[in-house]
T-cell receptor
Framework: DAGVTQSPTHLIKTRGQQVTLRCSPI?????VSWYQQVLGQGPQFIFQ???????GRGNFPDRFSARQFPNYSSELNVNALLLGDSALYLC????????????????FGPGTRLTVT | KQEVTQIPAALSVPEGENLVLNCSFT??????LQWFRQDPGKGLTSLLL?????REQTSGRLNASLDKSSGRSTLYIAASQPGDSATYLC???????????FGDGTTLTVKP
């Protein structure tokens, strides 16, 4: 089975521009979460979507937005990019898996490396 | 607000040594705790997941324990190998659909 996929792999943008990052979850997973990871730190939670509804939002400005599509794939949009938005953006998918003891185990994609110049 | 701390930040050991990585969290009302491995510039690989009702999980040379009352988890790696060199992150999930809070990780180097 294919794991979580993200596109693009790398992206270079200029301050003030807008960017869209994409994520496809593992087949059958209905929950997608987005994280920002700055070098040397742990990932910071941005959004979680479940069944196309926002279920959680981290402490990020309104320049960050996301959505989930009927096929459970997701997009993260960042407007008016700042230098501080340069980071690795990670997508994770998870699913309720009854009987396995692995409820909502998160599986991460390879990430999108965003550089803002 | 949940806070997760991992100590030490970096660890260097000779091959073959058994080692323990520590993770502490401030709010014991967690849903689960997950340990990950991250190689430089890569995504996260899930190692072990412990539900809030469990005390430990094992996979191969890895064993993770959870003590909710004290807000601690440990990841035990037996007979370390150079291929174990990576950053190890723990993440605490608040609520069944809540966010995960990560520590900043422990960077492990296993010397041949």
């Amino acid at each position: 089975d294919a794991g979580v996929t993200q596109s693009p792999t790398h992206l270079i943008k200029t301050r003030g521009q807008q960017v869209t990052l994409r994520c496809s979850p593992i087949s059958g997973h209905k929950s997608v979460s987005w994280y920002q990871q700055v070098l040397g730190q742990g990932p910071q939670f941005i959004f979680q979507y479940y069944e196309k509804e926002e279920r959680g939002r981290g402490n990020f400005p309104d320049r960050f937005s996301a959505r989930q599509f009927p096929n459970y794939s997701s997009e993260l949009n960042v407007n008016a990019l700042l230098l501080g938005d340069s980071a690795l953006y990670l997508c994770a998918s998870s699913s309720l898996t009854p009987g396995t003891g692995k409820t909502y185990e998160q599986y991460f994609g390879p990430g999108t490396r965003l550089t803002v110049t | 607000k949940q806070e997760v701390t991992q100590i030490p930040a970096a660890l260097s050991v000779p091959e073959g040594e058994n080692l323990v990585l520590n993770c502490s969290f401030t709010d014991s009302a967690i849903y689960n705790l997950q340990w990950f491995r991250q190689d430089p510039g890569k995504g996260l690989t899930s190692l072990l997941l412990i539900q809030s009702s469990q005390r430990e999980q094992t996979s191969g040379r890895l064993n993770a324990s959870l003590d909710k009352s004290s807000g601690r988890s440990t990841l035990y790696i037996a007979a370390s190998q150079p291929g174990d060199s990576a950053t190890y992150l723990c993440a605490v999930k608040d609520g069944y659909a809540g966010k995960s809070t990560f520590g900043d990780g422990t960077t492990l180097t296993v010397k041949p």
